[in-house]
């Protein structure tokens, strides 16, 4: 794990997108290189701050440095700076439930505590579900994040607004008149399968449907990101903030 590196292409696109940043401080290319580095080797391994290897800096400093951004949006701004020209030909949407380990509890009530940091409870314990929507192509377009026990129908809306596909696919767990109506009076095909036991059932593109693998292939690709396999962060900041860089990171392949 010690040898996770940005490929230069990478660097050097994030790094014009990091000159274009007046609310962050660069300073030495190569030491920040090494702190972007060092984030992706947390993100990618999973491992605790106080395991990060010695040559990404003082692991303190690192963590810090990695909050600050997260409070100024600076990882949220990184993944929508690589969104470029997205194939708006479908959009498709899904969710994914992600369990947290106990550390990720007790957030101080000046957080909000755990509903408010997207933590559920679950029988198999704490649990936070992600909400995804992605282009025709499966490249991440937005993220929400809910306690694991929310439904995906719940976010549907949130997640295609201000989009403009020619069709949205998703599974059955979006099979819901209300979303389905209000895509189309948007002039959005909807390409959804409808729930077993519905008494007037739609018709919908079975070809069409098979186009959904995509997202599923994206949902796998951030779970080989072990720090977004398993949440391990007590607010939903720095959660989010994780998956932000791993997308930015995805767009840049």
Same mark, same amino acid.
């Given at each position: ?5 940005? *490929? ?8 014009? $997108? ?17 702190? !972007? ?11 605790? %701050?106080?395991?990060? #290897?010695? /040559? ?12 600050? %951004? ?6 949220? +701004? ?8 997205? +194939? ?7 969710? !994914?439930?992600?369990? &947290? ?22 029988? @198999?314990? $704490? ?7 992605? =282009?025709?192509? @499966?490249? #991440?377009?937005?993220?929400?994040? !809910? ?12 997640? !295609? &607004? ?12 979006? =099979?819901? =008149? ?11 095909? *909807?390409?959804? #399968? ?23 292939? $994206? ?5 080989? $990101? ?7 962060? /007590? ?15 995805? %767009?840049?392949?």
């Amino acid at each position: 794990m010690s040898t996770i590196v940005l *490929t230069d292409y990478q660097w050097v696109n994030i790094l014009n $997108f990091l000159y274009k940043e007046t609310r962050i401080h660069i300073g030495s290319k190569d030491a920040c290189r090494l702190f !972007t580095e060092g984030v992706l080797w947390i993100a990618r391994s999973g491992a605790q %701050w106080r395991l990060l #290897p010695e /040559k990404y800096g003082k692991r303190n400093s690192v963590y810090k440095r990695f909050v600050r %951004w997260s409070v100024r949006s600076v990882w949220e +701004d990184m993944h929508q700076f690589f969104i470029r020209e997205p +194939d708006m030909e479908s959009l498709m949407i899904d969710s !994914t439930v992600i369990r &947290a380990h106990p550390c990720a509890a007790g957030a101080l009530k000046k957080h909000g505590g755990q509903k408010e940091q997207a933590l559920g409870r679950s029988r @198999g314990g $704490f649990s936070t579900k992600i909400h995804v929507a992605v =282009d025709a192509l @499966g490249n #991440p377009l937005r993220f929400i994040l !809910t306690p694991g026990q929310t439904h995906d129908v719940t976010q549907a809306e949130n997640l !295609t &607004a201000c989009y403009a596909p020619q069709s949205v696919i998703a599974d059955k767990g979006y =099979d819901s =008149d209300q979303f389905r109506q209000s895509q189309q009076q948007r002039g959005i095909e *909807t390409v959804i #399968p409808f729930r077993s036991g519905r008494k007037n059932p739609h018709e919908y593109d079975p070809d069409r449907y098979k186009e959904r693998h995509l997202i599923e292939c $994206f949902i796998n690709k951030i779970k080989h $990101f072990r720090r977004i396999f398993s949440r391990f962060d /007590k607010l939903a900041e720095h959660y989010l903030s994780f998956l932000k860089f791993v997308s930015a990171i995805i %767009w840049l392949r």
